[in-house]
T-cell receptor, first 114, second 113 residues
């Protein structure tokens, strides 16, 4: 199974809402990632978890809060988002989080903030 | 500051011909390079990679060339097939202990019959 799943596929939320994005993999990978992709732009790294510990935070605003309950699951908690946060949020995983690891991506959650 | 650039937003190639996708980078700390392919409504899929100690890596129809002095890499697909139509991203990873990919802006390849 080389699949990374993400739920929901689409999410519309107001600026005062609290919601969560979920990501799951069953490949035994120990590193998981959140990326943000705006229209016609490349994916941009937000967070990296390695062995269930947050190892990289790319200066992401605190309205985005990641959580890694176990090595198979990754959540992104959203609160008080702005319309400019509307984007495709991609989750990925890799074997150990080393520079030469191949990253496997999920299909993404398309988020719209109204 | 775009550290990885793909200057051609789109490319159209006839089936059976060679597709050449280009990528330039500015950060000298990058030492590992990857190409990903993305279909609509799917996440990027890993295609091929190359380490900075090599100048060429081949996998079937796909070959990646790296010119370190020019900070340039290219992906050759030969022969091109209609199923290759997708957006191609090059990505770079710096020296270090963590996987931290910086993606290029992408090139949309269309392979026509």
């Amino acid at each position: 199974d080389t699949e990374v799943t993400q739920t929901p596929k689409h999410l519309v939320m107001g600026m005062t809402n609290k919601k969560s994005l979920k990501c799951e993999q069953h490949m035994g990978h120990r590193a998981m990632y959140w990326y943000k992709q705006k229209a016609k732009k490349p994916p941009e790294l937000m967070f990296v978890y390695s062995y269930e510990k947050l190892s990289i935070n790319e200066s992401v605003p605190s309205r985005f809060s990641p959580e890694c309950p176990n090595s198979s699951l990754l959540n992104l908690h959203l609160h008080a988002l702005q319309p400019e946060d509307s984007a495709l949020y991609l989750c990925a995983s890799s074997q150990d989080g080393l520079p030469r690891d191949e990253q496997y991506f999920g299909p993404g959650t398309r988020l719209t903030v109204t | 500051d775009q550290q990885v650039k793909q200057n051609s937003p789109s490319l159209s190639v006839q089936e059976g011909r060679i597709s050449i996708l280009n990528c330039d980078y500015t950060n000298s700390m990058f030492d590992y390079f990857l190409w990903y392919k993305k279909y609509p409504a799917e996440g990027p899929t890993f295609l091929i990679s190359i380490s900075s100690i090599k100048d060429k890596n081949e996998d079937g129809r796909f070959t990646v060339f790296l010119n370190k002095s020019a900070k340039h890499l290219s992906l050759h697909i030969v022969p091109s097939q209609p199923g290759d139509s997708a957006v191609y991203f090059c990505a770079a990873s710096p020296t270090g202990t963590a996987s931290k990919l910086t993606f290029g802006t992408g090139t949309r390849l269309q392979v026509t019959l």
